[in-house]
Each structure stands twice: as C-alpha cells, then as structure tokens.
C-alpha cells in the first residue's frame, strides 16, 4: 500500500530497522520464564526469571511493543490508517510522510530527502533505529524505484 502511495504521490522511498524493538517496551503483564540454558544459576537452578522488558518469541512481546509503538507515533503527530493499523502518515500541506512498520522493520516514504532525514531523525530521538540505507529488499521483496518514471516496482 505504501509504494502505491508514493508512486501515486511521488515520494521517495526509504527503510528503517528498530534495533532490540521488543526491549523498547516494558511489559504490562506478569511473564515468567525458565531460566536460559547457560545461564542458569548454580543453586537456584528451580527459579525462574520475570520480565521487566517484552522479548521476541512472547506473544505479549508483540502486543506491548504495538502498543509502545502507537504510542510513541501518535505522541510525534502521526495518524494511524483505518485500512492498515501497521501503516501511519504525517501529512503538512503537501508535505507527506508515510510509515508501514512490521515488527522493527520500516518502511518509509516522504516528499524530499530533507523530509526523510527529518523524519528519520525524529523517530531516531525516540529508539535506537539503523539506517538501512540503499537496502533494496523490505520482507523478502525487491522494491525498486525510478523516480524520473515515477514507477515502483516490487518483486519476490
């Protein structure tokens, strides 16, 4: 949907990883676990542990990290899609921003590079994020962009 858009608008394309996503929120319910194999401690090897952060692999990972995130977008000026929960937008006049975000992956577009380093760095005061740069897959598919066509074009 979001290459749709951009090519239909004529945005630039760009991508975002989250680094550690799941740490950034800290978990609402109680969660315990075995202690890791490796890291068990000697004497208290019946323990468990509790988590304070959300881990990958917990399905209240997911859900507290979704929530953080919404959060956090919404707290920034971001308005989340009725169509799409994973896809947020920033509109100013005719200046568009538009995030699809999978877990810590993002996906991006917006009008001038001015805009993407705007945005890119915005989010960037709020989590540890890692430029991906001329990374030409985004989940497995090849997205390619020729901005004089104006075309996007998206392969497996």
């Known amino acids: 949907m979001t290459a749709a858009i951009a090519a239909k608008l004529d945005l630039k394309l760009w991508r975002i990883d989250f680094v550690g996503a799941y740490l950034n929120s800290l978990t609402k319910e109680d969660i315990y676990m075995k202690q890791p194999e490796g890291f068990v401690e000697p004497g208290y090897e019946d323990h468990v542990c509790k988590l304070v952060h959300t881990i990958y692999g917990t399905m209240q990972g997911a859900h507290d ?86 075309t996007i074009r998206l392969t497996q």
């Open 65 to 150: 990290w979704y929530k953080t995130l919404m959060e956090t977008y919404k707290k920034l000026g971001y308005t989340t899609s009725w169509a799409d929960p994973c896809i947020r937008y920033k509109c100013k006049g005719d200046r568009y921003t538009i995030t699809d975000t999978y877990t810590d992956n993002v996906f991006g577009a917006s009008k001038s590079d001015r805009k993407i380093e705007e945005r890119k760095e915005e989010i960037g005061k709020e989590w540890e994020i890692k430029d991906v740069g001329e990374n030409k897959y985004f989940l497995g598919m090849r997205v390619q962009q020729d901005l004089k066509k104006g």
